[in-house]
């Protein structure tokens, strides 16, 4: 091996590199000997494999970069296309000085070539060689990347890098698996929804027959768009579909005004200070969520049937003489509907915006009592703003939910008396395709036309999440 410790070796091997530097740059060409003997050289300089200290290695580092950094410089009206062959590129090479760069230690050889790609970038475009071929052109044009790839290749030695290319095959084979295992754990869940959401859309087969159930699908009669012709044909059907519209944006329209409550509650429940009477609370909230609608209805005849709790004792303190009708009436139905799904659900809604709450930094709130802040200020400027992209989330998937209100809740509560204010799009299909002398073909048709209505509705609000918010929801 070459004793790199020796300066003076290092001058008379840099003049010599130096003058056939200069050689070259004279006659643009070189002998395919010089060429031979000048890449062997290189390839010897860059193939060691006996360990060197740090500073033989700079050294070495920088004797290549002083033999790199004699660039001619190309004149930019004559600068040529890379297809073209090297020698014809070296032919409008004009000499140019550059400063040589001084000698001195510094991190790495791959930080001292950024910067002088770059203070070459700044004074135009120049040609590299070594052995007398292209390497790169820098400034407008850049070749031969490859090849600065395998000069920084061959200062890794061979077992670090098999070392690397196999840590590399192991993270691979590590985040293979943990993907798969994250597959299998929403697995059910997937099948699930396949089960429950996917599978029934077989259904919409029924819409295009005049299906009887004693005869089935197969031998039932194909009418192709009959009953799809019939709800915008028959006036009476017509009329129907309309008011049961009205009563559906209705509903969807006060649900969505008061999506806010939840979010609402859950910041005046976050200022309590007693941990037990907030958790009370929240507990007392969220059951309502849990009871099915059959058992609400049960306990709003108990409260308010004609001769339930609250009519009693109205009739015995003497304040009525005859019982309010609070559930076999028509009057206020969007009212009543509203109270009750608000019963049900606010303590449930709130705990995402409780979640929410506990992400916000401390440090926020600290900052804003030590500027002297109150409370209500505090919840104004930090507490709702943070929780205003949950907030606009859940507001965009309820409008895109529009005509899903749900069947449940009006079903327990319908009657003669409020029926035609009650009845949603969900129970009018139910109605039509399940009670009675019913068209189940007509209910599918129907509750095909929902399903198309409500993937546009989802459309569109996405389309407006991603201009407004940046980030689509779907």
Do not use: C
Not at 431 to 451: D, E, H, P, Q, Y
Request: aromatic share 10%; net charge negative.
């Amino acid at each position: 091996m070459k004793d790199f410790e020796n300066s003076g070796n290092f001058d008379e091997k840099n003049e010599t590199k130096n003058s056939n530097n200069n050689n070259l740059n004279e006659s643009n060409e070189l002998s395919e000997v010089d060429e031979e003997l000048l890449a062997k050289e290189l390839q010897e300089m860059m193939s060691e494999t006996i360990p060197l200290t740090e500073e033989q290695e700079e050294e070495m580092a920088f004797e290549i970069e002083e033999m790199l950094s004699n660039i001619p410089v190309i004149e930019e009206n004559k600068l040529k296309p890379i297809e073209e062959k090297p020698e014809q590129i070296l032919e409008t090479v004009t000499s140019k000085p550059v400063e040589t760069p001084v000698k001195k230690k510094r991190k790495s050889i791959f930080s001292r070539r950024n910067n002088d790609l770059n203070r070459e970038a700044e004074n135009g475009p120049h040609v590299k060689t070594i052995a007398g071929k292209v390497v790169s052109v820098s400034g407008k044009v850049d070749i031969g990347s490859s090849a600065q790839k395998h000069i920084k290749d061959a200062y890794i030695p061979d077992n670090v890098r098999e070392e690397q290319l196999e840590l590399s095959v192991k993270n691979r084979k590590k985040i293979n698996r943990y993907g798969y295992r994250l597959f299998l754990y929403i697995l059910p869940f997937v099948l699930l929804v396949i089960a429950f959401s996917y599978f029934p859309l077989h259904g919409w087969a029924y819409a295009f027959f005049d299906y009887k159930p004693a005869l089935g699908i197969s031998k039932s009669e194909f009418v192709g768009l009959k009953w799809f012709k019939m709800l915008f044909g028959n006036k009476v059907q017509l009329q129907q579909m309309g008011q049961v519209l009205i009563n559906t944006f209705a509903m969807s329209t006060i649900g969505i005004i008061t999506s806010i409550l939840p979010m609402l509650f859950a910041v005046f429940l976050n200022e309590i200070k007693s941990d037990k009477f907030k958790n009370v609370i929240q507990t007392l909230t969220a059951l309502p969520n849990f009871i099915s609608w059959v058992m609400v209805y049960s306990v709003a005849f108990a409260l308010f049937s004609d001769s339930g709790m609250l009519n009693t004792l109205l009739q015995n303190a003497g304040i009525i003489t005859t019982p309010i009708k609070f559930l076999d009436s028509d009057k206020h139905t969007y009212l009543w509907m509203t109270m009750w799904s608000i019963w049900k659900g606010l303590g449930w809604g709130a705990i995402m915006y409780l979640a929410a709450i506990t992400s916000i930094d401390p440090e926020q709130y600290e900052a804003a009592k030590v500027e002297g802040g109150t409370r209500f200020q505090i919840m104004r400027y930090i507490t709702i703003p943070f929780l205003m992209p949950t907030f606009l989330i859940l507001l965009m998937m309820a409008i895109a939910n529009f005509l899903n209100n749900g069947m449940e809740q009006y079903y327990v509560f319908q009657n003669s008396f409020n029926k035609e204010h009650i009845q949603v799009l969900d129970l009018y299909v139910y109605n039509i395709g399940m009670t009675g002398g019913g068209s189940l073909s007509l209910a599918s048709a129907i509750s095909m036309l929902k399903s198309i209505i409500s993937v546009v509705l989802l459309t569109l609000v996405n389309v407006v999440s991603k201009a407004s918010r940046g980030e689509s929801i779907i």
